[in-house]
């Protein structure tokens, strides 16, 4: 079982679960949509406020959907609070939806009724609009969900103009022109500063384009009921769920937790040595490095407070399929996880050993690079039924794994989640965002910029972490997150201290 509740702030969906969800809201439930529009607006309203220069113009760009009430309900709240209003409807104001309509209205009228509050300019078609007209921010109310195609007609040009300006954008929902599933660029999109995403998070905010169109998001909450929110598979990692630490004040040596690193063929001992390094400094019990004897003096000298067994011949310098009974037996002494894979190599031997572990040892393991690579080889994966796998595939290693291309990160996701389901292991794929899929069908995406971590060595920091977090907490997808929330505050910490910083694996050990 996975242990991530993720609270229903961080749950993310997809366009269509969001319809469904609103739709059951007003008639399942009986929340009728005009409140929900009411309260999506409010809330936007309630944090920028915060955030505007009081009393300062603002442009609203409209559409004709419910997107589009979101922002007049904004416009009405602004304008008593003394803003000047610029509503533009790109489509006319013929067609609007229903109750995009009624807040229309109610916006004329907040205006008839109170001469002293701010200025009300209505536009009724992008030809209308004054390319040079002043304004301090534009509130995008274009499209929202309801994005069905490619960017159509003045919505372009609205986009472009936009996109030409220096002014602040903040979104309704979803950046007009940005798919709400895949995150990808509908042939133009609106770049904003920020972004409400009302009710859940949408998924596109965070996958492809996503994170460059929407700026920073802030969720708001509606008054769908939880039960309904239920149907969303995928949620924000964040610090305010995943556990704290377990604690790190050991009882006996090895109750603090044992993780065997079965890794580092000659000339590749620097990658066992980064996750041995990695795993070592999380306090642990005890960190032991099965590797090839002839390996053994480079790691005498290198790790000296990490137990090294050796396996095989001193003229073995990479793992043999004739070592997997010796494999078996040392990792079997006492109770651990594995982690195997950094620095393995790709000898048609060490393969055939790799992949005869997979098949027979019946312990927790954590498979990362030529690791992965000996799983990709293997036509069935007979993982047995007791153990516990996490695959760290990086794209390039996912692709193998599926034996097909993988598309962008939407496909990512969707892949993930399909794999980890059908084979019953967590994959923790690397990338922008990190993407873990859990054998429950659950998918955790990070909300951070990971594209630091793209550099050799960070593969087997991260590997040496996840590993050590497993050995002392039992749930695989709570390690993983763990080791990834530990390297989101590190990177936050140097970027503190130096913006510029370029960063290494060791800086993260
Ligand atoms: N439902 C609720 O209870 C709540 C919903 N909420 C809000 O509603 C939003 C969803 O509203 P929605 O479903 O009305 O869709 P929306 O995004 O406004 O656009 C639809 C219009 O766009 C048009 N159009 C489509 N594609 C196009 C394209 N490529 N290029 C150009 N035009 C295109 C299409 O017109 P068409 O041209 O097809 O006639 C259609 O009329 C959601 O994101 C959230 O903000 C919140 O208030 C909370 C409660
Ligand atoms: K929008």
């Keep these: 079982m996975s242990s991530l509740i993720a609270p229903h702030s961080f749950y993310i969906s997809t366009s269509q679960e969001s319809q469904d969800i609103d739709a059951r809201t007003i008639q399942e439930f009986g929340i009728e949509s005009f409140t929900l529009m009411e309260v999506a607006g409010y809330s936007a309203f309630r944090d920028l406020i915060q955030r505007l220069q009081p009393k300062s113009h603002g442009l ?246 990490i137990i090294k067994k050796p396996i095989g011949e001193r003229d073995d310098y990479f793992f043999k399929e004739e070592h997997t009974e010796e494999v078996i037996a040392t990792i079997s002494e006492k109770k651990g996880k594995v982690l195997i894979g950094p620095g393995l190599g790709r000898n048609d031997s060490t393969i055939g050993f790799v992949q005869q572990l997979l098949e027979t ?4 393991m954590l498979l990362d ?51 980890s389901t059908e084979k019953n292991v967590n994959i923790l794929s690397k990338g922008y965002p990190v993407i873990l899929g859990t054998p429950e069908a659950k998918a955790y995406l990070t909300s951070y910029d990971t594209r630091k971590f793209s550099r050799a060595g960070f593969g087997d920091v991260l590997a040496g972490k996840i590993g050590a977090f497993w050995s002392r907490d039992n749930s695989a997808a709570k390690s993983s997150a763990l080791a990834l929330l530990k390297g989101k505050h590190i990177l936050e910490n140097l970027l503190k201290a130096d913006s510029s910083r370029i960063v290494e694996p060791k800086d993260f050990i």
């Design 60 to 305: 609203f760009f409209c559409g004709k959907g419910n997107n589009a009430g979101d922002a007049l309900v904004v416009a009405r709240y602004l304008l008593q609070h003394g803003f000047d209003i610029t509503a533009v409807f790109i489509s006319g104001t013929d067609d609007l939806s229903e109750d995009t309509r009624k807040n229309f209205q109610l916006l004329k009228r907040i205006k008839e009724a109170n001469s002293s509050i701010g200025s009300l300019t209505i536009i009724s078609s992008w030809n209308e609009f004054d390319l040079h007209t002043e304004a301090d921010f534009v509130i995008d109310g274009m499209l929202g969900t309801g994005l069905d195609s490619e960017v159509r007609g003045d919505y372009n040009k609205a986009i472009t103009w936009s996109n030409k300006e220096e002014l602040p954008v903040y979104a309704m929902d979803i950046p007009t022109g940005l798919h709400g599933d895949t995150g990808k660029v509908m042939g133009n999109a609106i770049s904003a500063d920020l972004t409400y995403s009302f009710g859940t998070l949408k998924q596109g905010l965070y996958l492809n384009d996503g994170p460059g169109k929407a700026g920073e998001v802030i969720y708001c909450e509606l008054p769908f009921p939880n039960h309904l929110k239920d149907i969303c598979s995928a949620y924000l990692l964040d610090d305010q769920y995943v556990l704290a630490e377990p604690d790190r004040s050991p009882r006996h040596k090895y109750e603090a937790g044992v993780l065997y690193v079965v890794a580092g063929s000659e000339g590749l001992t620097g990658a066992a040595m980064l996750a041995a390094q990695s795993a070592w400094a999380e306090g642990i019990g005890a960190v032991i490095l099965v590797c090839p004897h002839g390996n053994l003096p480079i790691y005498e000298k290198a790790l000296p407070q």
């Design 369 to 419: 690079a030529d690791g992965l690579w000996c799983l990709a080889q293997l036509k069935e994966w007979n993982k047995p039924k007791a153990s516990t796998w996490i695959l760290t595939p990086h794209p390039g290693e996912l692709s193998n794994l599926l034996g097909r291309s993988i598309e962008d990160d939407h496909d990512r996701l969707e892949s993930v989640k399909t794999l």
């Design 361 to 364: 040892n019946e312990g927790d």
